[in-house]
T-cell receptor, first 118, second 112 residues
Framework: GAGVSQSPRYKVAKRGQDVALRCDPISGHVSLFWYQQALGQGPEFLTY????????KSGLPSDRFFAERPEGSVSTLKIQRTQQEDSAVYLCASSTGTGWGLNTDTQYFGPGTRLTVL | DQQVKQNSPSLSVQEGRISILNCDYTNSMFDYFLWYKKYPAEGPTFLIS?????DKNEDGRFTVFLNKSAKHLSLHIVPSQPGDSAVYFC???????????FGAGTILRVKS
């Protein structure tokens, strides 16, 4: 399909394990965002890439969270030494926008990865 | 600091009637707003948007109203259909990169 895809869809980790979540954005989309959605809440911004450059990581909750997009397409969100509070749905979104100024380009979301930390 | 607020966690409406979902914001720098719709186990899907230079934007059964002085917007769905049952999020892009700030969402149930 032509949409944003994410894998795995579900991930169960034991506390202390490292996890890696993958996002395949829409082909050609410059901007890529990661959001975290806790149960009963709206998505919250984690980090933003413009091509391969990570331009904003102000939402990453701790240094255990790391994201990369080395070739400007696929992105990986890695969480080291997972904790129970990391349990959430992790959403990836992409858009055509460059991010300069107010950009009204629509962000298209993937289905998310539901992470459960036991 | 919740800059976008949706104070109604849920709303139940009869099929064919109007659904009104509300959203308030506190950041006066916001000048573009979006509504997203989310079904279970799917990502949010863009529904409709409005720029602050307008007070109304309509797309088929969906209309968004913006009251800048009150820092309030609302989404009207008429007539409501059972397939509209979903979680609706209000959002606004913020700062460089246009990361979205979301409300907590409102669960809409349309009863047939």
């Amino acid at each position: 399909g032509a949409g944003v895809s994410q894998s795995p869809r579900y991930k169960v980790a034991k506390r202390g394990q490292d996890v890696a979540l993958r996002c395949d954005p829409i082909s050609g989309h410059v901007s890529l965002f990661w959001y975290q959605q806790a149960l009963g809440q709206g998505p919250e911004f984690l980090t933003y890439f413009q091509n391969e450059a990570q331009l904003d990581k102000s939402g990453l909750p701790s240094d255990r969270f790391f994201a990369e997009r080395p070739e400007g397409s696929v992105s990986t969100l890695k969480i080291q030494r997972t904790q129970q509070e990391d349990s959430a749905v992790y959403l990836c979104a992409s858009s055509t926008g460059t991010g300069w100024g107010l950009n009204t380009d629509t962000q298209y979301f993937g289905p998310g990865t539901r992470l459960t930390v036991l | 600091d919740q800059q976008v607020k949706q104070n109604s966690p849920s709303l139940s409406v009869q099929e064919g009637r109007i659904s009104i979902l509300n959203c308030d914001y506190t950041n006066s720098m916001f000048d573009y707003f979006l509504w997203y719709k989310k079904y279970p186990a799917e990502g949010p899907t863009f529904l409709i948007s409005i720029s602050s230079i307008k007070d109304k934007n309509e797309d088929g059964r969906f209309t968004v109203f913006l009251n800048k002085s009150a820092k309030h917007l609302s989404l009207h769905i008429v007539p409501s259909q059972p397939g509209d049952s979903a979680v609706y999020f209000c959002a606004a892009p913020k700062e460089y990169g246009n990361k979205l700030v979301f409300g907590a969402g409102t669960i809409l149930r349309v009863k047939s």
